[in-house]
């Protein structure tokens, strides 16, 4: 039995977290056994990781070390959390995954691609999401809103560089989805939450069969 992983990925203040808890909600609402989880983070080593990064303590090191940081975290989580859940058949929804190390590090940071390619295929191997939902907004708008929900307490590692980079991370999202259009939506994300909501179901319905399994349900199968 295995089942669903899905990714939402997207620049800083896009609405993920918002959009992460209201998809798991709407799949539990049919039964189905959903877990959030973020990256980095999500098992309690890489949680370790992750309040270590984003003080920006391997900024030093330079963004080659970050990507392996980053790499690190996501090793662990993937072993402790998703994978077992996964085999379990859940569905797991995760905020961030391996396209955010292929646009922050890779195409904002500039680690070459062939060793963000060669970390991927080291750390995340066999398990790769079934569909990524690509948050696309303007940098503008979405440090907007971050800074907003942060009030005084200062930047984190990333939303303290420059606009610029954070225009070099939007193209390469959108470059992403275009790569891998089987994987990827781009949904836009400058609309209310309400909105971005529906858009996500219609998506995930629509290319993992949920529609079938309300079927399914009402025919008693
Ligand atoms: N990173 C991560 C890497 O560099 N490499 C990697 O490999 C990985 C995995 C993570 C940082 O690490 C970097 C990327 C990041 O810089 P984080 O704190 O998890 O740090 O950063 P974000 O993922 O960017 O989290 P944010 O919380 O800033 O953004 P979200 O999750 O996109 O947005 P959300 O839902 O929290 O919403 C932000 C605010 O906007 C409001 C919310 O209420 C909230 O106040 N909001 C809306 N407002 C208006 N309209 C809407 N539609 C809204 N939706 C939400």
Redesign the pocket.
Known sequence: MTGRFIT?E????????????RLAKRLQALGIDAVTT????GSPRAERL?EL??AGAAKPYGPVA??IM??A??DDHLTRVIRPALARGAWVIC???????????GAA?KVPADVIAGLERVVVDGTRPDLTLI?DLAPEV?LA??T???GEAGT????GEALSFHRALRRAFLDIARREPRRCVVID?????D??EEAIWRVVADRLGLAQRRLGAVHGA
Do not use: W
Request: net charge positive; no cysteine; aromatic share 8%.
């Open positions: 939402l997207g620049g800083e203040g896009a609405g993920k977290s918002t959009q992460v808890a973020r990256e980095p983070g992750r990064i984003l970050e990507a980053f790499s975290a996501r905020d961030r995954f391996a396209d955010s190390t292929r646009a922050y590090q940071g948050l979405g809103r971050a907003a929900r942060r984190d590692r990333y939303e994300a400058d609309h209310p939450a909105r971005i």
